[in-house]
């Protein structure tokens, strides 16, 4: 059994979306041993800062919240696919090869992997390719971009996909993962009422 | 394959250590559908609070940070307790009939389970069954109080735990888990540099 952490590093420098410095974490001194017995910090940050799971409500104000996604539905098998030879966006040609299945989460390893600076032209998923998945009717999709999409009016492909109430996690990193099938755990924190939740995420390889 | 969700709900009305108003967290929104296209939410919270794993630096002001504990270390079997008639604190003679081996995860199922409220006479694990511990060399402990230990001046327990790099899990919910066997995951925050980090925990039952 061999356990990949496909999460992203957590800290003030990390790369978010659009450079935007109100989506930086901040981790504070709660106290330390010059004023207490132990030392505690506090963190404060944007909840779809580096690798989360989206909820509905990101996109539609009367959208479910992200407790409604139960955990059992964030565990078990998962195919990743090496698009990284895709420029600009994932189509539904790209897409067609890897015969996707119903229920099936996938994992889309493209060049945003291959970066730690935030890439103003990252590869996303185009709207045909969410309305393909959103046809065959996938659990859930991960992809190595803070966003699944961008310069879509209208976020057709965040709402293709959430309209068929499938999963999205964005900021994986899988620069050291090859394609193939694993057993992926995507674990966010356990927050109510909300539009996301930052998460830690993991694939086990040779776990059948 | 069965998966148990062992974490705390975080809410700004969750139990949190001594009732503290500082550990409780916050969600605002940052942006919404009344000024944005898009609904985003801010975190803010102490890394103690909820089900959370403990780094070195917590106890000892050159203590390790939380990067430093292997994603892959937190994953694999591991041996529910059931310690709910144990008042007070867990002893070594309440350990003692387990076996417990070398470089085993053991989770310690109490009374703490059974209620949300904070209780300021929480279930620990007492000085002399934390070194008893450290002596056999397991791998970590989670627990479902928010703290390993409390009213032990100088922190024995912790200290004995965090002298062998023997990992804490604090504030883990265990009512509906029944002793046993499991596979575990925690999966804490990729942050670094700090004391601690809040984390999701699960089991998966019948996983052989």
């Given at each position: 059994m061999k356990v990949y952490d496909i999460s992203m590093l957590i800290n003030a420098d990390m790369q978010v979306y659009k450079n935007k410095p109100e989506k930086k974490p901040a981790v504070t001194t709660a106290c330390d041993f010059s004023n207490a017995t132990v030392h505690e910090s506090n963190l404060f940050m944007n909840?779809?800062?580096?690798t989360h799971l989206d909820a509905n409500l990101h996109m539609f104000p009367d959208g479910s919240t992200i407790e409604s996604i139960p955990l059992e539905r964030l565990v078990g098998p998962a195919r990743v696919f090496d698009l990284s030879h895709v420029e600009d966006g994932i189509t539904k040609a790209d897409l067609l090869p890897f015969n996707i299945q119903n229920d099936e989460w996938i994992i889309l390893k493209t060049k945003n992997s291959f970066s730690e600076e935030f890439d103003f032209d990252f590869v996303y998923v185009k709207q045909d390719a969410a309305e393909y998945l959103a046809e065959i009717g996938i659990r859930g999709v991960a992809i190595d971009g803070l966003g699944i999409e961008r310069a879509q009016p209208g976020y057709p492909t965040h709402k293709s996909l959430m309209n068929k109430d499938i999963y999205i996690v964005e900021g994986v990193r899988l620069k050291d993962i090859e394609a193939g099938s694993y057993f992926m755990v995507i674990a966010p924190l356990k927050l109510e009422g909300i539009d996301a939740a930052p998460a830690r995420a993991l694939l086990i390889g040779d776990w059948k």
């Open positions: 909840v779809h800062t580096g």
